[in-house]
């Protein structure tokens, strides 16, 4: 057992319990059930997706003039902090028991944080065993955190006394290193304020430009970008048997590599199967963490189908799960980037070729639609602009991240990609949803060189270069216009999309220069 201090004392503290112990627990509690894979599976409760209108950054004289306030980046009084910091700590110091888990955010440990994390739940401790990086053993005794997240589900405010929104809170605090959750089983709270954390504090204080994408690396050392909200695609997309996995999700950008934020993978599974996705099927096993799902009825057989509880079903793990990964979770600058948009309008071409202006036209108008699921009060997907694939998440003006991202790409000369992953043959609940199939073949001929053997012609509007043929993929899929039984509607449609970018654009045009606001799309 580490020897330090801990700030919550009084039950019993179950400190850097092993992976069968938080099982046994979890069960022995009633908290959860195993499946036939050996997974753990539990329900996160009330909440099964984030609440960004709940998240707070303490204004204080770290923050005050730093963070990019407004939109989901909301102020809170130290005071309310401090309130309900002690308020968490006693109820925690009420329980029976509780949890303790030390680990390390970023693989490169030039930019490493220790984090210590105490929660009330056994299956929490389990995440974040899953989520973050381990501790080698003999680390253990000298481990000191830098950040402490205290979480408490069962803890609710009261919104009038404690001046929040909600009974349920995720607050972040720059000047106490601290992170105080309540009101939320969902795990995705956890990760995502780490997340917010190291999206201040990289590029802030190091120039590393921090990504809300997934990473992988080829046999000839050529790092792969996915860039993308929660559904776009990006665990899946980047889980190739071909390519080794260095993350799913969070990464950073320094001067000398590509690294990996986390230790494992958070994967969507609605519609999971073996056949589309075998790596991610297959890393649901022992120690593997399922959220919200469901069970064929009298097995205990995991129904990837059911979205009864949420169509936001998850299932976290270790990053060993998966067979084919870097290790360590770092590699070389990327020579491709990829924007994954889940287009709910059905216009945008499945791949299409961006110029560097484009890139950040794109990269800072981040255009996509929410997926059900993914946030509270989500049912069906929403078109919508996340600036830099991320917005909920950053703490700091999108011309940051965005002009370190041009930096890099112009330093490494990096092919960009925009990935349609959405809807093409019209708009959703009239068109389909790309082929996976479609998507992994496009985007592979993109990696191995082979586009830059054909002929690309302009996409209307747009004005983005798509391929003309893609070997093994229709042709006429790779211009929109073509997949429309009713071309008069894609027209309008594709006119009401470009309005809409337009639009979103003008809040960003005072901080981008002339030739990035020529890449806009252009309407006669």
Known sequence: MNTNTYIIDQPIIHYQENIEKLIDQTISLGLGALSDTGALCVSTGKFTGRSPENKYFVKDDITAKTIDWGGFNHPIAESVFTSLREKIKNHLNQQKEIWIRDVFACADPQYQISLRVYTELPWAALFVNNMFIELPANDLNSFKAEWTILHAPSFLANPIIDQTNASNFAIISFSHKEIIIGGSGYTGEIKKGVFSILNYLLPHNHQVLSMHCS????????????????????????????????????????????????????????????????????????????????????????????????????????????????????????????????????????????????????????????????????????????????????????NVYANLLGEKMKAHHCNVWLINTGWTGGPYGVGNRMSLKDTRAMIQAALDGSLNKIAFENFEVFNVQVPIAIAGVDSNILQPKNTWKDHSLYNKAIKDLAQLFIHNFQQFEAGVSENIKAAAPVLK
């Not at 519609?271 to 649901?284: Q, S």
């Open 215 to 398: 990473a992988n690396l080829g046999k000839d050392d050529d790092t792969a970008l996915f860039f993308g909200l929660s559904g776009t695609g990006k665990t899946t997309l980047s889980a190739d048997p071909l390519r080794k996995l260095i993350g799913d999700d969070e990464h950073g950008w320094s001067d000398h590599a590509v690294f990996n934020f986390e230790g494992g993978c958070y994967a969507k599974t609605i519609k999971l199967n073996k056949e589309n996705e075998p790596d991610i099927f297959g890393a649901i096993k022992k120690g593997a963490l399922l959220e919200n799902i469901q069970f064929f009825p009298n097995t205990n057989q995991v129904n990837y189908d059911d979205a009864s509880i949420t169509e936001n079903t998850r299932v976290s793990y270790p990053i060993h799960h998966i067979h084919n990964i870097a290790i360590p979770s770092v590699a070389t600058a990327p020579k491709n980037i990829f924007f994954l948009t889940c287009d709910a309008y059905g216009v945008l071409p499945p791949i299409s070729k961006l110029s560097n202006e484009q890139a950040m036209y794109q990269f800072i108008s981040g255009y996509t639609a929410k997926i059900a699921g993914t946030e509270e009060g989500i049912k069906t997907p929403k078109a919508t602009f996340s600036a830099c694939f991320g917005a909920p998440f950053l703490p700091l003006h999108p």
